[in-house]
């Protein structure tokens, strides 16, 4: 709150204003209750340059990388630091325009978990027969080995998988795609988005190290697309709720799940097509889109 007031003071001070007798605290921390949609460039903007930065010196400086903090793994903490960098970038600019009252809000949106069976048995269900039917037209579902040799090594692969990609919903899904909307229907901002994210991950491409080094780059970012249009129904169906795209996030990138590429792609394509369908009375309009960041205070 302190914040804020300081702003307000700074604000009328650069317009020449009188500072109001009084300024009340609760009246300074409305007049911005959400996140403007011009925040989407500085959110990008640190995004890309948190990920993009720790990857590029890898790329470019490889050996006084390495000597300095080791050869750059999907487990190593600079790559988490890198995947969490939406994360980080949403809570920056959420901090700065809300405050810590509405951080506290905006992070209360991973508390809800209301939403249709039907999504539920989706995520479940449905994403897990997507990659098994990928790895059987690749050919590979039977003969692949299984990713984890014993049970501890299992979970520990779940929970490091919990912890990683899943963060990255916090920033795509809990500021980008609300502000998005805001000028876009909901297909248009899943496939603006779609590309955003999938454009984003380019430079791990290019390191041996990380999972996407075994991609081709086409199929990936195609798939980004897809994922991106089938999980903004979801969204706007959950009422803004972090929590189910974390978890269908984590139900994608699933280490148990058999390699399927590029055939996984190639399926939720034709997945995302049926689900623009199904929800075709709300993917093209914005009437009931969630465009707000950082929720409402209750009173």
Not at 31 to 55: E, H, K, N
């Amino acid at each position: 709150m302190a914040r804020i007031v300081a702003t307000a003071i700074v604000e009328c001070v650069m317009r020449n204003q009188t500072v109001p007798a009084g300024l009340p605290v609760e009246s300074a921390a409305t007049d911005r209750p959400d996140v403007p949609f011009l925040a989407l460039a500085p959110f990008l903007l640190l995004t890309f340059a948190i990920a993009w930065g720790i990857l590029a010196l890898y790329i470019f400086l490889p050996d006084q990388m390495a000597g300095l903090f080791g050869q750059l793994t999907g487990q190593h903490p600079l790559f988490f630091l890198a995947v969490w960098s939406p994360a980080i970038a949403a809570f920056i600019v959420v901090l700065y325009h809300t405050g810590f009252s509405g951080l506290v809000r905006f992070l209360s949106r991973f508390l809800r978990w209301r939403c249709s069976p039907w999504w539920y048995a989706f995520v479940i269900f449905g994403i897990p027969v997507v990659f098994l039917a990928g790895a059987a037209m690749r050919g590979s579902l039977l003969t692949d080995p299984f990713p984890f040799a014993t049970l501890p090594l299992m979970l520990v692969g779940l929970g490091l998988a919990m912890i990683k990609a899943p963060m990255e919903e916090f920033g795509w899904r809990g500021v980008a795609l609300p502000l998005l909307q805001r000028k876009l229907a909901p297909i248009w901002a899943g496939l603006v988005l779609g590309c955003i994210w999938g454009f984003w991950h380019l430079p791990a491409f290019m390191l041996s190290g990380t999972q996407q080094s075994q991609w081709a780059v086409v199929p990936f970012f195609v798939g980004c697309i897809a994922l991106s249009v089938i999980v903004t129904p979801l969204f706007n169906a959950s009422h803004g709720s972090i929590l189910l795209t974390a978890f269908f996030h984590f139900a994608v990138m699933n280490p148990v799940l058999p390699a399927a590429e590029p055939y996984d792609t190639y399926i939720l394509v034709v997945v995302a097509v049926l689900i623009v369908w199904l929800n075709r009375a709300t993917m093209f309009t914005r009437e009931h889109a969630i465009t707000k960041a950082v929720p409402s205070p209750t009173r």
